[in-house]
């Protein structure tokens, strides 16, 4: 069984800064099987990146992923107030998995 | 516009059964696979199951197989997702969502959630 652990856990980091987000698979994956989502409290998750590193329709360039094997990364850039959220890794190896979470907080 | 709408939220006691729908709109639903995601109250995501529309193909998280069905009627665009005898730990928002269908394994588009309370 896939298991995806992020880290951290939470994050806190002033408006401007960089975000670098750690997602580590129990096993290589490949990176085309490699996703990124953002929740919002009360909202559905959203796409953000696909293939490890395709930004979804809409998002900007201030958010990159990168990684292969068992270690992927989501950075965001230039961090704004409304980058708070929760941020999940997601995998598919022989099935879908989903890691943990990094709850991100702007201050 | 793709869009994906699901049932509205339901309170349920211990053992009785529910079923809850996702309604797809915008492109030709029988082209694709539709999941489900659960997340319970404060947790994470978790991968439940998925089945393609176009055949019924349906596969299982190792964690849910045997404790949900997963169900589409394509003649009217329509997932759905059920129990037959729900557990106070059922209580969680549930969300809908599609795979992409390039062969990336990610869900570009998600209902807006069902959420479940079991409770007696």
């Known amino acids: 069984e896939l298991v995806l652990t992020q880290s951290p856990v939470t994050l806190s980091l002033s408006p401007g800064e960089r975000a670098t987000l750690s997602c580590r698979a129990s096993?290589?994956?490949?990176?085309?099987?490699s996703a990124w989502y953002q929740q919002k409290p009360g909202q559905a998750p959203r796409l953000l990146i696909y293939?490890?590193?395709s930004r979804a329709t809409g998002i900007p360039d201030r958010f990159s992923g990168s990684g292969s094997g068992t270690d992927y990364t989501l950075t965001i850039n230039r961090l704004e107030p409304e980058d708070s959220a929760v941020y999940y890794c997601?995998?598919?190896?022989?099935?879908?998995?989903f890691g943990g979470g990094t709850k991100l907080e702007i201050k | 516009e793709v869009q994906l709408v699901q049932s509205g939220a339901e309170v349920k006691k211990p053992g009785e059964s529910l079923k809850i729908s996702c309604w797809g709109s915008?492109?030709?639903?029988?082209?694709?696979?539709i999941g489900w995601v659960r997340q319970m109250p404060g947790k994470g995501l978790e991968w439940m199951g998925i089945?393609?529309?176009?055949?019924?193909?349906?596969r299982y998280s190792p964690s849910f197989q045997g404790q949900v069905t997963i169900s589409v009627d394509k003649s009217i665009n329509t997932a759905y997702l059920q129990w037959s005898s729900l557990k106070a730990s059922d209580t969680a928002m549930y969300y809908c969502?599609?795979?992409?269908?390039?062969?990336?394994?990610?869900?570009?588009?998600w209902g807006q959630g069902s959420l479940v309370t079991v409770s007696s």
């Open positions: 293939g490890a590193s």
């Open positions: 997601q995998q598919y190896g022989s099935s879908f998995a």
């Open positions: 969502v599609r795979r992409d269908n390039f062969g990336w394994y990610f869900f570009d588009y």
């Open positions: 089945i393609y529309v176009g055949d019924s193909n349906t």
């Open positions: 096993q290589s994956v490949s990176s085309s099987y």
């Open positions: 915008g492109y030709s639903f029988s082209d694709y696979w």
